[in-house]
């Protein structure tokens, strides 16, 4: 299969325009990466703790207290989580398909990795990365392989 690389100056329009998609499915998924990290941990915490803090998110994250406070506030503006004082945060629905989602694209790449031979530890770290940026399409055909 020839790879169109983007110093080619005689890429048809139709390659053009699949750069562009490409492209910007990338930025895509990079503006969504940090809410489906949010979420996730968010269903992680409440599944073992019962509740999540900002401050249990802040700690597993590794970031400020106020840079997970604007995360929460986008979180809330896209109805993906509820926040009640003095109570903690909570999925809504839609938050809750959203983690369970990403949970489900992390174990399958996880999991992929592994069976490529890659060490446990790092095919975790590995996924954590890969999972926001995989194709439905490709994630079934890692579940085909898996399979096998």
């Known amino acids: 299969m020839k790879s169109t690389r983007i110093s080619d100056t005689r890429l048809s329009s139709t390659q053009v325009e699949a750069h562009a998609e490409a492209f910007q ?4 998924d990079r503006r969504t990466e940090l809410m489906e990290d ?21 700690q597993r994250l590794g970031v400020t207290q106020p840079t997970v406070a604007k995360m929460l506030k986008r979180l809330v503006e896209e109805n993906l989580i509820t926040q009640r004082p003095y109570r903690g945060i909570f999925l809504t629905d839609a938050g809750q398909r959203l983690a369970s989602a990403t ?8 999991a992929f990795l592994c069976r490529l031979g890659i060490d446990p530890d790092t095919a975790r770290n590995d996924a954590e990365g890969i999972e926001h940026h995989v194709s439905e399409k490709t994630l079934k055909a890692f579940e085909r392989f898996l399979k096998r």
């Open 25 to 28: 499915k990338s930025r895509e």
């Open 38 to 58: 949010y979420v996730e941990l968010i269903a992680d915490l409440i599944e073992h703790a019962g509740e999540a803090r900002q401050i249990e998110i802040a």
């Open 103 to 110: 949970r489900r694209r992390h174990e399958i790449v996880e």
